[in-house]
C-alpha cells in the first residue's frame, strides 16, 4: 500500500488508534488479523477488536477499532486512491463479474504492475481492501462492485473514483432489493454516472447511456468459443488461445478484451486465466468424472448457462445436475425456481439432487440439507458421473465440493 502516516490515519478514521512502539506509518490495510503483514494497519471490523493482540504479534504497525467501520475503510482507501496515478478500473454486472475481472486481470498484469480484487472482494470491505493493496509503481487497479440495492455501487465510488467502468449485462439478480430488471439497470448505473468527464463506459448493447462527455465502446455477442485443442476464441477484437471451454465465459471474455482494448493494451495471442475458486472449477472424479464446481451464486440466467456447460463437458456421460435454492429474486422468486426446472427437463439432466425448500420446483431427488445431500450422493454417484454443483451463496454448496474431492482425489 502507498504509505500513510499513523497521524494522517488518526485523522481519517476516528476510534482507538494504537501504534507499535517502531511504527510512524502503515504500508497495508487488513481486516483479518490472520492476513496480517509487517508494517499493515489492521482496522477491526464487527467482533475483530478481540484480534487486537493477534494483529500486533503477526507485526501490524498499528490497529485500529474505529467508531464506524466502513467509513474508516472507506476514508483510508480513499487517501490511497488519492495519491495513486493508476489507472482505475470499476467492473460491474448481474452475472460474470468476477469471471470478467479475473480474464481482465490475465490480460493485464503481463503488461502493466497490475492490482485486481480478489475472489469477490466487491463490497464495503472487499472494495477498501483491493484499494489497500495499490502501491505507489501500481498502473492499473481493477475493482469489482457489487450491488445488493440502490445507492451500493454509488458509495463504493465515492472513495474508488473509477476512470473506466464496466457493466457485464442486466439479469434477474437481486430484485428482491430492486424490483425489477429496469431497477437493476438503475442499480447499475450508478457506476456510470460515477465516471468523470472523458471517462469510458464499457456496457453490453442497448444498455441506456444518459451522458454525451463519456467514451462509450459496446460490447455485443460476436463472439464463439471453438473446443479446440487448445481452445481458440473468435471475436471482433481479434482471436486468441484460451484455456477454458465454457461457452458462457465467451461473452466475457470479449468484455475483458474490449477493456483492454480501451486500456490501450496488446490482445494476446495466448491467454491462461486462474479463475477464482468456486467459479468454473473442473476437478477430477473417479473413472473419468469431473465436478464442474460452480457454487459460488446462482440465478435463473447462470443456472441454464451451468448446465449447458455440464452436457459440454460430459460430452456423454451421465450429468449429475446437483442445485441449491437461488436467492434474493423478490417476486420472480417461484417462476425462476420453475423455469430452472424447465431447463433441466429441456436439457435431460440425468440424475437432479435439489437442496433447499425452493428447490422443489426443479423436479428430481429432493433434500432440505447440505448434509443429506452428501448421504443421497454417496448412494447416487458412479464413476465416470459429471457433476454440476450450483446455487445461491448462502446454501454453502462448496462444502459437497469439498468432501467430493477429499474421498475421491
Request: glycine share 10%.
Amino acid at each position: 500500500m502507498i504509505p500513510l502516516p499513523l497521524e494522517e490515519v488518526r485523522e481519517l478514521a476516528p476510534g482507538r488508534l494504537e501504534a507499535a512502539p517502531w511504527a510512524t506509518e502503515v504500508t497495508g490495510l487488513q481486516t483479518d488479523s490472520r492476513r496480517v503483514e509487517e508494517g499493515d494497519l489492521f482496522v477491526a471490523v464487527a467482533g475483530g477488536a478481540d484480534f487486537v493482540k493477534h494483529a500486533f504479534a503477526r507485526g501490524a504497525a498499528a490497529t485500529l477499532v474505529p467508531d464506524d467501520a466502513f467509513a474508516a475503510l472507506a476514508a483510508v482507501a480513499s487517501r490511497v486512491r488519492d495519491r495513486s496515478a493508476a489507472l482505475f478500473v470499476a467492473i460491474t454486472g448481474s452475472m460474470g463479474k468476477t469471471s470478467t475481472k479475473d480474464i481482465l486481470a490475465a490480460i493485464c498484469e503481463p503488461q502493466r504492475r497490475t492490482v485486481a480484487a480478489e475472489r469477490s472482494y466487491n463490497a464495503e470491505i472487499g472494495v477498501p481492501l483491493t484499494l489497500g493493496r495499490v502501491e505507489s509503481d501500481t498502473e492499473i487497479c481493477i475493482l469489482e462492485l457489487a450491488m445488493r440495492g440502490f445507492g451500493q455501487i454509488a458509495e463504493l465510488c465515492a472513495f474508488a473514483r473509477p476512470e473506466v467502468g464496466v457493466v457485464t449485462n442486466v439479469g434477474p439478480v437481486h430484485l428482491e432489493k430492486v424490483g425489477d430488471l429496469d431497477g437493476v439497470i438503475r442499480a447499475k448505473s450508478e457506476l456510470v454516472a460515477a465516471l468523470p468527464p472523458g471517462g469510458t463506459a464499457i456496457v453490453p448493447d442497448g444498455f441506456p447511456i444518459g451522458r454525451g462527455d463519456l467514451r462509450v465502446v459496446r460490447v455485443g455477442v460476436d463472439v464463439t468459443l471453438e473446443s479446440f485443442d487448445p481452445p481458440v476464441l473468435r471475436t471482433s477484437l481479434g482471436t486468441v488461445e484460451v484455456d477454458f471451454t465454457a461457452q458462457h465465459l465467451a461473452v466475457n471474455a470479449l468484455t475483458a478484451l474490449a477493456t483492454a482494448h480501451a486500456l490501450g493494451l496488446d490482445l494476446p495471442a495466448e491467454l491462461h486465466v486462474p479463475f477464482t475458486e468456486w467459479r468454473n472449477q473442473e476437478l477430477p472424479l473417479p473413472g473419468g468424472g469431473i465436478l464442474v464446481n460452480d457454487a459460488w451464486n446462482a440465478n435463473p440466467v447462470s443456472m441454464r448457462a451451468a448446465l449447458e456447460h455440464l452436457l459440454q463437458v460430459a460430452a456423454g456421460r451421465r450429468t449429475v445436475a446437483v442445485l441449491g435454492d437461488m436467492a434474493e429474486l423478490g417476486a420472480y422468486s417461484e417462476e425462476g425456481h420453475r423455469e430452472v426446472g424447465r431447463a433441466l427437463e429441456e436439457l435431460s439432466i440425468d440424475v437432479v439432487v435439489a437442496i433447499g425448500p425452493q428447490a422443489v420446483a426443479y423436479g428430481g431427488r429432493h433434500v432440505d440439507t447440505i448434509d443429506e445431500a452428501l448421504r443421497l450422493l454417496e448412494e447416487i454417484l458412479l464413476p465416470g458421473d459429471c457433476v454440476l454443483l450450483k446455487g445461491a451463496r448462502a446454501m454453502g454448496l462448496e462444502r459437497i465440493a469439498e468432501v467430493l474431492t477429499a474421498v475421491h482425489a
